[in-house]
């Protein structure tokens, strides 16, 4: 019998390839060993991963509905008593371990915006806009800054069938994070200000993409 051979798409798998470093010359980006366990897997059951962010020695998971966070060249020792000891490992992608709560990133990665260390983003099946707070150890975990006086109107505004996009981002020259939840019609743009934990404005402005840069914003198409 001959061998068969098909594709397999594993939406909540990660895999590594070898090192690359610009200043040597080496390039192993296309080396996939298979004598190293080079793959870390996350529960199925919770979606797949739709976005990847890497802060400091962490790399955090988003997916459709859980986050977590994996050490990056590290790993963690738990005694008997529970308590984690970190450690020295040369693997890549280290334990994972989920963030408190029922939350992901539905499958609008786009939502996500990072400032300092917070990250902001959107669970559109619960309805809710969402904050990640605290470094590389966990610090605060997920915050659901909706509920800041604007939980109803999330909740109705996110479960329209009808929205394809929603955009988020930091404006680094008003310390805001705006949200544009958009359909193929109509638009809605709003800003969250952390000085006064509250929703304060909608804007004009329906955007495809946007950024910050040298602490001005630019919004695009």
Known sequence: VADSNQQ??????????GLFNSRTGVNNTNQFSVGTDITRSVDPANGSIQRLYAEDTNLIIFQEDK???????KDAIYSAEGNAAVTST??????IVPYAGEYGISTNPESFAVYG????????????VLRLSGGAG????ITEISLYGMHDFF????SNLSVDKIV??????TKDYNISIQTSTTYKTLTFDEGVLGWTTFLDFKPSQAF???NLYYTFN
Do not use: P
């Open 67 to 73: 986050v977590s966070r994996a050490l990056i060249d």
């Open 117 to 128: 260390n917070r990250k902001y983003f959107t669970d559109k099946k619960r309805g809710v």
């Open 168 to 173: 988020g981002s930091w404006n680094n020259h």
């Open 138 to 141: 966990g610090g605060n975990g």
């Open 212 to 214: 910050s840069l040298n």
């Open 90 to 95: 040369n693997l890549v992608i280290g334990q």
């Open 155 to 158: 909740r109705d505004e996110l």
């Open 8 to 17: 397999q798409n594993r939406i909540a798998a990660l895999i590594y390839s």
